[in-house]
Nanobody, 130 residues
Framework: VQLQASGGGVVDTGGSLRLSCEVSGHPLEYYTLGWFRQAPGKERAGVVCSSSSRSGSSLYYEDSVKGRFTISRDNAKNMVYLQMNSLKPEDTAVYYC??????????????????????WGQGTQVTVSS
């Protein structure tokens, strides 16, 4: 499975960007997908993750992006998107898309931890100017 992220750029505070991730090598259906980010001097962190299986789907949003970021997937096109609205300077980071066949939970809640993902795309830089 190969992933190719794109769509990063420079945007003013309050602006919007849509990141895209093209997944190739395997149908996207039933893969867990995620967007992660790494800001300068910080560890990589999960932003949003999405699972899809025959029994249903799950979503995880990191608290700081709830209500502003939305993940979507187009299984027919093998594409994953991250719509980012109301961007803030603290959203500045390199963003990565990732995929894995497994979904992990803590109790009833889906987790979004980078170490659980086996397939990664290259990063795309997002810079939000103040």
């Amino acid at each position: 499975v190969q992933l190719q992220a794109s769509g990063g750029g420079v945007v003013d505070t309050g602006g919007s960007l849509r990141l895209s991730c093209e997944v190739s090598g395997h149908p996207l259906e039933y893969y867990t997908l995620g967007w992660f980010r790494q800001a300068p001097g910080k560890e990589r962190a999960g932003v949003v993750c999405s699972s899809s299986s025959r029994s249903g789907s799950s979503l995880y949003y990191e608290d700081s992006v709830k209500g502003r970021f939305t993940i979507s997937r187009d299984n027919a096109k093998n594409m994953v998107y991250l719509q980012m609205n109301s961007l803030k300077p603290e959203d500045t980071a390199v963003y990565y898309c990732a995929a894995d066949r497994q979904t992990y939970y803590r109790g009833n809640h889906m987790t979004c931890i980078g170490a659980d993902f086996g397939f990664w795309g290259q990063g795309t830089q997002v810079t939000v100017s103040s």
